[in-house]
């Protein structure tokens, strides 16, 4: 299956070298890589790493996150996208992540484990995480009027309207340094504030995903969405 890498970058330049300095220990497929409009030099630090992408798309604002996702989708013509965010660092290989869509056919999304350093806790969304096109497509995209984790549990939802299923591959592991972050004085928590069905079965889907992704266990595993709401 034709697969790529999809990027998110904002303000990142002192974590591009260890993304790709743990990303290149296993082998891994094209990326396209969006920055969102860094202040910090980004941009100029991601040219090093051009000739792994097949684009480098400067945005000229800093949009959501929802929305950045949908143009790096729909820039290239792929079977999978893999979806990294730029401050997850890898250590295992992206690919299993791909593979299991030929394993498990009625897979919508593949998530991985994302681990955060300050305390372990296992999350999993679409920080780390495959899908398929076809089945993006069928969805019509990341929903643009949802923010941080609303979006991925909405996404998660219409995979399972589809008759499609959200694996969870335990095997596939990256240390999310900066992620489970929100500034609670910020515009984006108020309007998650707002979300607060969305965020109830945000935390019913996280409950179920990161209790089976703490158990000792490389096989992956199905998440049902409707069976948590």
Request: aromatic share 10%; hydrophobic share 40%.
């Amino acid at each position: 299956m034709r697969t790529n890498i999809v990027a998110l970058f904002r303000n990142n330049a002192g974590l591009i070298d260890g993304f790709f300095e743990a990303l290149g220990r296993h082998l891994y497929p094209p990326m396209v890589m969006l920055d969102q409009h860094s202040k910090d030099g980004t941009l100029d630090l991601l040219t090093k790493y051009a000739r792994d992408c097949d684009a480098i798309i400067n945005l000229e604002q800093n949009l959501p996150v929802p929305e950045a996702r949908n143009i790096g989708v729909e820039w290239s013509a792929v079977d999978v996208h893999i979806f990294l965010d730029s401050d997850m660092l890898i250590s295992t290989s992206v690919m299993p992540l791909a593979d299991n869509f030929i394993t498990y056919p009625d897979a919508g999304i593949v998530t991985g484990t994302s681990i955060a350093p300050h305390n372990g806790e296992m999350n999993n969304g679409i920080c780390f995480a495959a899908l398929r096109r076809d089945t993006y497509d069928k969805i019509g995209g990341f929903h643009e009027g949802y923010t941080l984790y609303c979006d991925d549990t909405e996404y998660f939802e219409s995979v399972n309207r589809l008759g499609l299923r959200v694996y969870h591959c335990p095997e596939c592991v990256g240390v999310h340094i900066g992620g489970m972050t929100i500034t609670h004085g910020s515009e984006s928590y108020q309007r998650e504030k707002c979300l607060k069905e969305d965020l109830a079965l945000l935390h019913k889907r996280r409950a179920i995903l990161d209790t089976k992704s703490n158990a000792d266990s490389r096989r992956p595993f199905v998440y049902d969405f409707k069976a948590a709401v």
